[in-house]
């Protein structure tokens, strides 16, 4: 195999790799590998690679930019206060950050369709692989339907339930987001990227506006500076007095950010169908530093600046439905006195959820797919059509989504709140698991003589930042409901909040007891089985880049010449 990729490496050939390709046995389903063997059966089960740069890029935004920036952050400021929110904002988006290049440092040297499964099947055991797939699987069936009723909610900023049902608005939709998807990878990023576009400029006019306001640029005039943090102070006591209740301020706020971040991850689905993605990937994961600084740690803490945890607009929007009035910065808009903004940032509101919903289906279709063509669902739903789009999987995931319906019935809010719920522990166990599967790979490549300079991308924090940061998330995971054991036991709160933990640890279980699979040792992992194919991939794509560039037909100047330049 001549394949280079010396840009991208540090001019290493990879024919002077230290482990041969021939030595590795055919793929089976049980080493994680293809399940379809087959070339002509394999064209009709393959993805198409149809994400350029910008549109990865982007998604990677839009994807963590959702309900729990714009409108979760305000109830965590209710019940925790500015400084609160802003530790744990600060501290979970490190640790997604060490997730996020974690997974770059796989995703770049195995970009493979199917998520996060097969690196937890090929470098730690085919029983986390398989619980894997499901869990995230399980993960975004769920959070489509929380898009879906929020979207209904945010409509009734305009038209209440009694006018029209929320199930209309749900249908509209539901159906919209399918016909998106299934029009193929192509149109899926193109209106992606767009709305995605929107999210980011949106969330950097309210950063703008919040810093008026602060300043006293407002219409009353009133420069807030620090005075929230002085009264009513920087914590708010949360279920106990003293030091107890401000540590257990800090500690409940991580829900929130958990749920806020959650989404990030998504660029590892996205790399089956991304352009030239040992280029396009790591360049994306490493702007999530940037996007996490400025999308998620200056909104709370702008936020903590210009609205007080006790002020009466706030409890209000705590208790308010998922629409504008509901989200903290509308909270400021109406402190500082202007009359005009809640009805445009509710029609901005709305295009988050869209976004949300849209490529929450997309994620969900891609993960049962790549979960069938490894052998863990049934074989139809790796079927693609000549546009690559999973259509049996697109179905299958659209079909469970309708469970959003069960908002015409039940109380909108209560039904939100357990989504909420089994959505964070769902993302915590795939945080985990990405973490646990980085952690192998890295013995592993150490192992098989694969040194630093040999990898396209390295994650800055190594071993030990995923080891720490693996510690970390099991702990948020077992304690993030910590609430429901005080003042009464709360049982619909505590079975929403840790079912996924038993259903995780009892598929691991119970396939490892079926399948009799074994632990995956460092120096027997996979590391190499469709990599000659992905490098080849890899030379096509910069040739074809060195020749758009020469013919001055590489595309994307409109957003290379706005968007292009924040990010």
């Known amino acids: 195999m001549s394949a280079r990729y010396g840009d991208e490496v540090g001019g290493h050939d990879v024919e002077k790799l230290p482990y041969e390709y021939t030595q590795h046995n055919p793929p089976s389903p049980m080493t994680g590998s293809d399940h379809l063997s087959d070339p002509a059966d394999a064209e009709n089960h393959s993805l198409h690679r149809g994400l350029t740069a910008p549109q990865i890029s982007m998604i990677a935004i839009g994807g963590a930019i959702g309900t729990g920036l714009i409108i979760g952050t305000g109830s965590a400021l209710a019940n925790a206060g500015p400084a609160s929110i802003l530790i744990s904002y600060s501290i979970v988006g490190l640790v997604v950050y060490v997730v996020m290049t974690a997974l770059g440092e796989m995703a770049t040297w195995l970009p493979i369709a199917g998520g996060f499964a097969p690196y937890a099947t090929r470098f730690v055991d085919p029983a986390l692989g398989f619980a894997l797939g499901y869990t995230y699987w399980f993960k975004y069936i769920i959070t489509t339907p929380n898009q879906l009723t929020a979207a209904a909610l945010v409509i009734q900023y305009w038209c209440p339930p009694e006018k029209v049902n929320p ?58 500076g620090f005075r929230y943090w002085h009264n009513p102070g920087p914590f708010k006591e949360y279920k106990s007095d003293g030091a107890l209740g401000r540590f257990l301020a800090v500690w409940s706020s991580f829900v929130t950010a958990v749920f806020a971040f959650l989404g990030t991850e998504l660029i590892g689905v996205t790399v089956g169908e991304a352009q030239n993605p040992r280029r396009n990937v790591p360049r994306a994961i490493k702007l999530t530093f940037f996007r996490i600084l400025i999308f998620y740690i200056c909104s709370v803490f702008l936020l903590g600046l210009i609205v007080p ?23 400021a808009i109406q402190i500082a006195g202007i009359k005009t903004l809640p009805g445009f940032l509710n029609g901005c509101i709305l295009i988050f959820v869209f976004s949300a919903a849209n490529s929450d289906l997309y994620i969900a279709s891609r993960t049962i797919h790549g979960l069938a063509v490894k052998g863990h669902a049934p074989s139809f739903l790796a079927i693609t059509d000549k546009r690559g789009v999973p259509f049996y999987s697109l179905g299958l995931s659209a079909m469970v989504c309708c469970i959003a319906f069960m908002n015409v019935s039940t109380a909108s809010k209560t039904v939100f709140a357990y989504f909420v719920n089994l959505v964070s522990i769902f993302g915590l166990l795939t945080w985990i ?110 040739v074809k880049a060195a020749e758009a560039r020469a013919n001055g037909t590489d595309g994307g100047k409109l957003y290379r010449h706005t968007l292009g330049y924040l990010f």
């Open 167 to 224: 199930g209309v608005f749900i249908a509209i939709f539901l159906v919209a987001i399918i016909a998106i998807n299934y029009l193929g990878i192509r149109f899926f990023g193109h209106i992606e990227f767009w709305l995605s576009s929107i999210k980011v400029l949106v969330i950097l006019g309210l950063l703008l506006l919040c810093i008026i306001l602060a300043a006293g640029g407002g219409p009353n005039g009133d420069a807030t």
């Open 309 to 331: 945890y006790n002020s009466d607009l706030l409890i209000f929007a705590t208790k308010s439905s998922t629409s504008a009035a509901a989200s903290p910065f509308v909270v």
């Open 433 to 542: 698991s990405i973490l646990v599967s980085h952690i192998y790979f890295v013995k592993a490549r150490r192992a098989q003589g694969i040194t630093d300079a040999s990898m396209p991308y390295k994650s800055p924090f190594g071993l030990w930042g995923s080891i720490i940061a693996l510690a970390f998330c099991c702990l948020i995971a077992l304690t993030k409901n910590f609430s429901v054991f005080i003042g009464g036991f709360d049982y619909k709160n505590f079975i929403t909040g840790y079912l996924g933990i038993p259903l995780y640890l009892g598929m691991i279980g119970g396939y490892k007891v079926i399948m009799r699979t074994k632990e995956v040792k460092p120096l027997e992992a996979d590391l190499f089985t469709g990599k000659a194919a992905i490098d080849a991939d890899e030379q096509e794509w910069l």
